[in-house]
Nanobody
């Protein structure tokens, strides 16, 4: 099963940019749909963005469309989230998620990273 570790979080001023990344180990990265989720204090974890196995399709929650970009490098087993125009409401712990599928499209299960803190100061 794929194992995930996020990095790149930190403190940034409102309006600024930050790129976080998720490094995956294991041989199933290319078989995994990758996603970013976030959880703010006192709130439930929410979907942010996802990218298909080959990287040709991306999906975003409405609040980040036009500001965030998800990408992946299958040669490096890494998925990225470039965040621009950051707002205080983007402050959260950001989690990487992998959903792995077999050749028939059957889900083999998911995995989560431990998360990375992103704090946007206003």
């Amino acid at each position: 099963q794929v194992q995930l570790v996020e990095s790149g979080g930190g403190l940034v001023q409102a309006g600024g940019s930050l790129r976080i990344l998720c490094a995956a180990s294991g041989r199933t990265f290319m078989s995994s749909v990758m996603g970013w989720f976030r959880q703010a204090p006192g709130k439930e974890r929410e979907f942010v963005a996802a990218i298909s196995r080959g990287g040709s399709a991306t999906y975003y929650t409405d609040s980040v469309k036009g500001r965030f970009t998800i990408s992946r490098d299958n040669a490096k087993n890494t998925v990225y989230l470039l965040m621009t125009g950051l707002k205080s409401e983007d402050t959260a712990v950001y989690y990487c998620h992998a959903e792995t599928f077999d050749q028939s499209g059957f889900s083999l299960g998911g995995a989560w990273g431990p998360g990375t803190q992103v704090t946007v100061s206003s």
